[in-house]
Structures are given as C-alpha cells and as structure tokens.
C-alpha cells in the first residue's frame, strides 16, 4: 500500500515520529506501516534550534538511514530550509531519491509569522512532482495568527493539509469537510482520541514531538527514582525548545 492510500478519512493513519535511528527502528518493529520524523527532536539531538532552518543536513542524514527500515518514511522539513522554490524542489528530489514516502511542510517563521500566501504556494508547488507526498502544514493555529480557512484553501494543490493545534472536533470536522485533500491533526494529550478524530473525517494522525518528550520523560523518571524522587512530566515544547542553542 502506497503512502498515500494510508490516508483514509474516518479511518485514520496513526503516525509516529521519530528522531534518530534507534527510535525510528523501534517503532518499525512495532508494527506501524510508516514513520515521520519530528523536527524537534532531530534539532535537539544535535544541539541545534528548531523551525530555523539549521538541520538540513543531519534531516537528509536521518532520512538516508530509516529509509532502509522497510516501512513508509515522512521527513519534517521545517519551511524547506530555504524561501528558494528552487532549492525546496532540490531537497525534495534528493529526499525522494533517499526512497522518502513524504514530507512536510511547514508556513511558520521563527519570528512568530506565516510565510507570505503567495510565496508558500510557490514553495509547495516547487515540492510537488518528485513523486513525495507534499503535506501542506499551516501554523494558524500554532502561531495564533492568520486564517485557517484561507490557507487550507490555497494549499489545495498540495497532496495533503496538516492543521496543528487544531483541537476542537467540530472544528476539526468542518475543517475536514471543507477541502478535498486529507486533514493531519497533531495528537494532544487529554484531547480528543483517535476513534473521535476519526469520526470527524481526519485522515491522519501525528504524534510530533510527544515521543521524544516523553522519552525525556522516562529517561528521566528512571534517573530520579534512583535517589528516591518523584518524576517528571512530560516536558512541553516550549521547555525543549527554550533548553537549544539559539
């Protein structure tokens, strides 16, 4: 079954993201058809910031080693690394020369803003065409700015659309019933469960960066218990990102 045939309204598929080798391997032998990976965690790993465009190379790096995994593989570019069209399109065909099912990508800025409209349509036609899932993820939500509704429409042309933070389920559903392509949601603790997103038509499920937070956490927990303490919650994303090299 191909990438995107995995994309079933009402009948979700649960992706998983990973952020290096060893973690990635696990949940493939779990059992899970495909793989992503989470920006955050391959910038933290290398000790770099998140969503600034700084971890081209260990992303491609990462992507060249899971491909040989024997499951399906989506790779977070951030933004493409570039405002290039051009050089977005070159990632893009490297990735899908590395045997990549899918990317992502993102509109949000480090500085808090969305790519201008015009220039990210560009940039997500720049990616199509190299036989790589394009998932159009627009930050409104995250970033608390811009118009939801407006963007999904634009990025009609992509394979997919991705609306992080979206966590309302009638939300949800009208956002799904308002384009033809695959709505991703992120999965957030406590928030709706997967059989409800399901029933509001997602297609997609992804974890982001939980997985590797809560490895944190475990990692952690493992450690405190060893003197006697409680542990820790799950770090959020902003903890993490904050802790990284600016």
């Not at 995250?142 to 118009?147: A, C, I, K, Q, S």
Request: hydrophobic share 45%.
């Amino acid at each position: 079954m191909s990438f995107r045939d995995l994309h079933r309204p009402g009948d979700p598929l649960l992706l998983p993201n990973a952020w290096d080798y060893g973690s990635a391997a696990y949940l493939a032998a779990r059992g899970f058809p495909a793989i992503g990976t989470t920006s955050l965690g391959v910038a933290a790993v290398h000790g770099k910031p998140d969503a600034a465009g700084a971890t081209r190379a260990e992303t491609i790096e990462l992507a060249e080693s899971i491909t040989s995994l024997g499951v399906l593989v989506s790779v977070d570019i951030e933004g493409g690394f570039s405002d290039d069209p051009a050089q977005v399109a070159d990632l893009v065909a490297c990735l899908a020369a590395l045997g990549v099912a899918g990317v992502n990508l993102e509109d949000g800025r480090p500085d808090g803003t969305l790519r201008p409209l015009g220039l990210q349509q560009r940039i997500i036609e720049a990616a199509l065409g190299h036989g790589v899932f394009v998932n159009a993820r627009t930050d409104t939500c995250w970033l608390r700015t811009g118009d939801t509704r407006e963007r999904v429409r634009a990025y009609g042309h992509a394979d997919g659309i991705f609306v992080p933070g979206l966590t309302d389920v009638d939300e949800i559903a009208e956002v799904a019933a308002s384009t033809p392509l695959p709505l991703n949601v992120l999965h957030q603790p406590g928030g709706p469960t997967l059989a409800r997103l399901a029933q509001a038509g997602v297609a997609r499920v992804s974890t982001g960066s939980l997985l590797y937070r809560a490895a944190l956490r475990e990692a952690a927990a493992t450690a405190l218990a060893l003197r006697g303490e409680q542990p820790p919650s799950i770090p959020t994303y902003t903890e993490i990102a904050a802790s990284l090299p600016r």
